[in-house]
């Protein structure tokens, strides 16, 4: 049987574009995340004294990766007054962490004082000026 791929292109041309747009957004919208050994690295730098946003996402999460613009510009504008982790719950660290914390969804944001202490948690797609209000009132 012979593939007749002009026709194929004629007659499914919208769903091929669609497929090829929604695979390219996936593949720009991938978060790498950070990578840690274990949950006592990520701990010890939840009280080392920085305030802390910890982003606990999956890849395989909608509303993650429609967030990442919001949680990249929450980076930006926190940058130097607090750091940014993005935790991946598919990794042992992350997962590990997430449910100690008791996360139940992703994506979950969870803010720290700098001294391991949890001042705001809040699931689905990041409220970017509540979570930079709430960092900046740490350093008042």
Same mark, same amino acid.
């Given at each position: 049987?012979?593939?007749?791929? /002009?026709? #194929?292109?004629?007659?499914?041309?919208?769903?091929? =574009?669609? #497929?090829?747009?929604?695979?390219?957004?996936?593949?720009? #919208? @991938?978060?790498? /995340?950070?990578?840690?050994?274990?949950?006592?690295?990520?701990?010890?730098? =939840?009280?080392?004294?920085?305030?802390?946003? *910890?982003?606990?996402?999956?890849? $395989?999460?909608?509303?993650?990766?429609?967030?990442?613009?919001?949680?990249?510009?929450?980076?930006?504008? =926190?940058? /130097?007054?607090?750091? *940014?982790?993005? =935790?991946?719950?598919?990794?042992?660290?992350?997962?590990?962490?997430?449910?100690?914390? /008791?996360?139940?969804?992703?994506?979950?944001?969870?803010?720290?004082?700098? $001294?391991? $202490?949890?001042?705001?948690?809040?699931?689905?797609?990041?409220?970017?000026?509540?979570? *930079?209000?709430?960092?900046?009132?740490? @350093?008042?």
């Amino acid at each position: 049987m012979r593939i007749d791929w /002009g026709k #194929l292109w004629r007659e499914n041309w919208l769903t091929i =574009l669609i #497929l090829i747009g929604f695979a390219a957004a996936y593949i720009l #919208l @991938q978060t790498p /995340g950070d990578t840690f050994g274990s949950t006592e690295e990520i701990v010890a730098l =939840l009280d080392d004294g920085t305030p802390t946003v *910890v982003e606990f996402y999956s890849n $395989h999460c909608s509303v993650c990766l429609i967030s990442k613009p919001k949680v990249d510009e929450i980076e930006t504008r =926190l940058e /130097g007054k607090a750091r *940014v982790l993005r =935790l991946n719950v598919m990794d042992e660290a992350g997962r590990d962490l997430a449910i100690e914390l /008791g996360v139940r969804a992703t994506p979950t944001f969870f803010i720290f004082d700098g $001294h391991g $202490h949890i001042v705001q948690v809040s699931v689905g797609s990041p409220d970017v000026e509540a979570i *930079v209000n709430a960092v900046e009132g740490l @350093q008042r």
